[in-house]
């Protein structure tokens, strides 16, 4: 959780410098509950799972996973209602 504090600090740091970087606190909420949510599954795949090849694979795609939600929530890759324009 401190991993996603630490990350979530990023952006609003980079509100205080630049007009560029605009989030509001529903933004923090879906950032933070995507991250710490992603790393508790992480966390529960590699608890449950013995064999290296299959943490290697479900992790992969949990992360795969992730970073599709986040860049269409941040720019809207797909064009889907929840994109961020």
Same mark, same amino acid.
């Given at each position: 959780?401190? /991993?996603?504090?630490?990350?979530?600090?990023?952006?609003?740091?980079?509100?205080?410098?630049? %007009?560029?970087?605009?989030?509001?606190?529903? %933004?923090?909420? +879906?950032? *933070?509950?995507?991250? =710490? &949510?992603? &790393?508790?599954?992480?966390?529960?795949? $590699?608890?449950? /799972?013995?064999? =290296?090849?299959?943490?290697? +694979? =479900?992790?992969?795609? $949990?992360? +795969?996973?992730?970073?599709?939600?986040?860049?269409?929530?941040?720019?809207?890759?797909? *064009?889907?209602?929840?994109? &961020?324009?």
């Amino acid at each position: 959780m401190l /991993t996603s504090a630490i990350l979530l600090l990023i952006p609003l740091i980079a509100m205080q410098f630049t %007009d560029e970087v605009n989030w509001n606190l529903f %933004d923090f909420i +879906i950032a *933070g509950t995507l991250l =710490i &949510g992603t &790393g508790l599954i992480i966390q529960l795949v $590699l608890r449950k /799972t013995k064999k =290296i090849k299959y943490r290697i +694979i =479900i992790v992969a795609a $949990l992360l +795969i996973v992730f970073l599709l939600i986040w860049a269409e929530l941040a720019v809207g890759i797909f *064009g889907t209602p929840l994109s &961020g324009h």
